[in-house]
């Protein structure tokens, strides 16, 4: 008899510290959720892209240079001020996008690395500029 009174205490301890663990076990996936959370939003920032803006006119680029964060996907928007179609073109970038006179061209590219990297006008050569992604 008093053997089984012992077990059945030790039972109901036993449930007892069941009972504990579940908000162990509640934090733990919390934490671990946020932790998930934290990284999702770190991976989202380094995804977002960067704006950069330039503008074309007398087929000349303004400004010539532009920069960039390193790392982030960039999206390059154009405004052609001529009243000649231009063409935003880079080697190095692989790009190439016609933009109509008077409009605007959004021109975007990957994730790069620190760098230097050259574009011009495919229609009127003598246009070059230079990204610079720091
Ligand atoms: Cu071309």
């Given at each position: 008899?008093?053997?089984?009174?012992?077990?059945?205490?030790?039972?109901?301890?036993?449930?007892?510290?069941?009972?504990?663990?579940?908000?162990?076990?509640?934090?733990?996936?919390?934490?671990?959720?946020?932790?998930?959370?934290?990284?999702?939003?770190?991976?989202?920032?380094?995804?977002?892209?960067?704006?950069?803006?330039?503008?074309?006119k007398?087929?000349?680029?303004?400004?010539?240079?532009?920069?960039?964060?390193?790392?982030?996907?960039?999206?390059?928007?154009?405004?052609?001020?001529?009243?000649?179609?231009?063409e935003?073109?880079?080697?190095?970038?692989?790009?190439?996008?016609?933009?109509?006179?008077?409009?605007?061209?959004?021109?975007?590219?990957?994730?790069?690395?620190?760098?230097?990297?050259?574009?011009?006008?495919?229609?009127?050569?003598?246009?070059?500029?230079t990204?610079?992604?720091?």
């Open positions: 008899m008093r053997r089984l009174d012992l077990l059945a205490g030790f039972r109901a301890t036993e449930s007892f510290a069941a009972q504990r663990v579940q908000p162990a076990r509640t934090f733990f996936a919390i934490t671990l959720l946020g932790t998930a959370v934290l990284f999702a939003s770190e991976h989202a920032k380094a995804q977002q892209s960067a704006s950069v803006a330039i503008s074309v007398d087929h000349r680029f303004q400004p010539s240079q532009i920069s960039a964060p390193a790392n982030r996907p960039i999206s390059i928007r154009v405004k052609n001020l001529d009243t000649a179609p231009m935003f073109e880079s080697v190095s970038l692989r790009v190439e996008k016609v933009i109509a006179p008077g409009s605007e061209g959004v021109v975007n590219v990957r994730a790069l690395a620190p760098g230097r990297y050259e574009f011009f006008d495919d229609f009127h050569q003598e246009a070059r500029g990204l610079i992604v720091q």
